[in-house]
């Protein structure tokens, strides 16, 4: 997701072990980048978070060789769901739309999932990348902990 737009949500089979193999063939290279790709040509800048599967170095020469440009690993930020807008607000807003439905089965699931990925717009999105350097600033502060008891120095700014 991006201020220019979002891609297709990417399912991993079940029972899958998610390995920098698998992760870089199924995820990115026939999931992700694909969309990428169509949504914006080569006119973008790929970053994860530091999360230690990310930093494989499989995945990270699969990155210089497909990705380019991308920010290098050690300037990635820290594996933190306070500062990644999909995990401190997308999921949720989209949790909340789909837990409005009765799932029958998982190709249920994900036909809602990806229904109500659709309606995500793309104001929400903007928001929530907009808090990121507001939350970055929180963790500073913060000395890398947790930073839920500083919402109030957000003030006005809405966490969804």
């Known amino acids: 997701m991006s201020k220019l737009g979002k891609t297709s949500l990417v399912f991993v089979q079940s029972g899958t072990k998610i390995n ?8 990115l290279k026939n999931g992700l980048l694909p ?26 020469a699969f990155l210089q060789a497909n990705v ?8 990635w930020p820290p594996n933190s769901p306070d500062l ?12 909340q739309l789909v837990y409005r439905q009765k799932i029958e089965d998982v190709d249920h699931l994900k036909q809602v999932l990806n229904r ?3 309606m995500l717009s793309q ?13 970055l ?7 890398g902990g947790h930073i ?5 120095e957000f003030c006005e700014v809405s966490l969804l």
Request: net charge negative.
């Open 68 to 75: 380019p440009p991308f920010i290098e690993p050690p300037n």
């Open 20 to 27: 920098s193999a698998y992760y870089c063939d199924h995820v």
């Open 35 to 60: 969309d990428i790709h169509q949504l914006l040509g080569n006119n973008f800048t790929f970053q994860q978070d530091g999360a230690p599967s990310h930093r494989s170095k499989h995945k990270v």
């Open 116 to 118: 109500c990925g659709s």
């Open 148 to 152: 839920e008891h500083r919402f109030a």
């Open 123 to 135: 104001e929400l999105i903007n928001g929530a990348i907009d808090q990121w350097s507001r939350r």
């Open 137 to 143: 600033s929180l963790v500073i502060r913060s000395h």
């Open 84 to 95: 990644n807008p999909v995990d401190y607000s997308i999921w949720g807003a989209l949790q």
